[in-house]
C-alpha cells in the first residue's frame, strides 16, 4: 500500500500553523503597544492642543493599518493552514474506510472543509438498486497525484472521502 500521509505531515502542519499564529501575536503586540503609546500621549495633552488631532489621526491610521493586515493574514494564511492541519488531525483519529472499487476518471479540483483537492472517482456497485454508483475520493492537492489508469481496480482506505492509502490491483 501506498501512503499518502506521514506523521511528519501533521508536525510540519502543526509548526507552519503555531509559526503563522505567533507572527499574528507579535503583530497584535505591536499594534497594541503603538495605539496605547499613542492614547497615553494623548491623555497627557493639556485640553485644545492642537496636537491632539494628529494623536488622533496616528491611531486611526493604525488601527486602519492592523485591519487592513489582519484580513488578507488571517482570512486567507491563516484559514487555509488551519483547515490543511485540521484534516490531517481528523486523519490520524477518524474512522478509515476500506474499498476495493474499479477507477472511472477524474473531475475538476474543488474545496472540501477549506482544503484544495483533486477528485477521483470510481464506480461502486449499489447491492439494494442493483447498479452502479459513482463515488468521489478525494486526493490532496498538496500531494502528487496516483498513477490511476480507467477501468484499473483500486485498492483503497480513505477517511472521509479523503484517500490515505491506496494500492492498485493487478
Known amino acids: 500500500m501506498t501512503r499518502l500521509y506521514q506523521d511528519v505531515d501533521l508536525w510540519n502542519a502543526y509548526k507552519q500553523r503555531k509559526r503563522i499564529l505567533s507572527g499574528f501575536f507579535i503583530a497584535t503586540g ?10 497615553i500621549y494623548f491623555l497627557m495633552l493639556p485640553y485644545d492642543d492642537p496636537n491632539g488631532t494628529w494623536a488622533t489621526a496616528v491611531a486611526c491610521i493604525l488601527a486602519a493599518l492592523y485591519i487592513i493586515f489582519l484580513f488578507p493574514y488571517m482570512g486567507i ?8 492541519f485540521r484534516m490531517l ?6 474512522l478509515k474506510e476500506y474499498t476495493v472499487a474499479p477507477f472511472s476518471g477524474i473531475e475538476d479540483w474543488t474545496t472540501v472543509d477549506g482544503v484544495d483537492v483533486n477528485v477521483a472517482t470510481f464506480r461502486v456497485h449499489n447491492y439494494k438498486r442493483d447498479e452502479d454508483m459513482i463515488r468521489q475520493i478525494y486526493v490532496d492537492g498538496e ?24 494500492e492498485i490491483v493487478d
Open 30 to 39: 505591536l499594534f497594541l503597544a503603538g495605539f496605547f503609546a499613542v492614547f
Open 77 to 84: 494564511c491563516f484559514k487555509r493552514v488551519n483547515a490543511y
Open 89 to 94: 488531525r481528523y486523519i490520524s483519529v477518524g
Open 143 to 166: 500531494k502528487d497525484f496516483p498513477p490511476f489508469e480507467e477501468g484499473q481496480s483500486v485498492r483503497l482506505i480513505s477517511q472521509g472521502n479523503l484517500l490515505i492509502e491506496y
